[in-house]
């Protein structure tokens, strides 16, 4: 089982910016699909973004596309969310997930996500 931890969130105004970090201990992490997702009061949790083991690829939601940047760093076991640009509707809890199979590379959904962190809240004001 793998361990994540979050930090990096805070309140921060809109056009701001803020960047998540996740760390990552206990599996080996650069063989592991990592995503961040979001879940705001009453909504369901939601895909953000993801990046493959190696760093290959990345995907973002049509929402945070073109302000958001998902990196990874497989030397330090960590991955990063930089979010600029910063909306109102970002206001959410931030999660880091890492990918239950190795190698996986398929829907960026949260059944295929099984370590995750205990969530960073951003709040952006208006």
């Known amino acids: 089982q793998e361990t994540l931890v979050e930090s990096g969130g805070g309140l921060v105004q809109t056009g701001g910016s803020l960047r998540l970090s996740c760390a990552a201990s206990g599996r080996t992490f650069s063989s592991y699909t990592m995503g961040w997702f979001r879940q705001a009061p009453g909504k369901e949790r939601e895909f953000v973004a993801a990046i493959t083991w190696s760093s290959t690829s990345t995907y973002y939601a049509a929402s945070v596309k073109g302000r958001f940047t998902i990196s990874r760093d497989n030397a330090r076991n960590t991955v990063y969310l930089q979010m600029n640009g910063l909306k109102a509707e970002d206001t959410a809890v931030y999660y880091c997930?890492?990918?239950?199979?190795?190698?996986?590379?398929?829907?960026?959904?949260?059944?295929?996500?099984?370590?995750w962190g205990q969530g960073t809240q951003v709040t952006v004001s208006s």
């Open positions: 997930a890492a990918a239950r199979s190795a190698y996986y590379s398929g829907n960026y959904v949260p059944s295929a996500f099984g370590s």
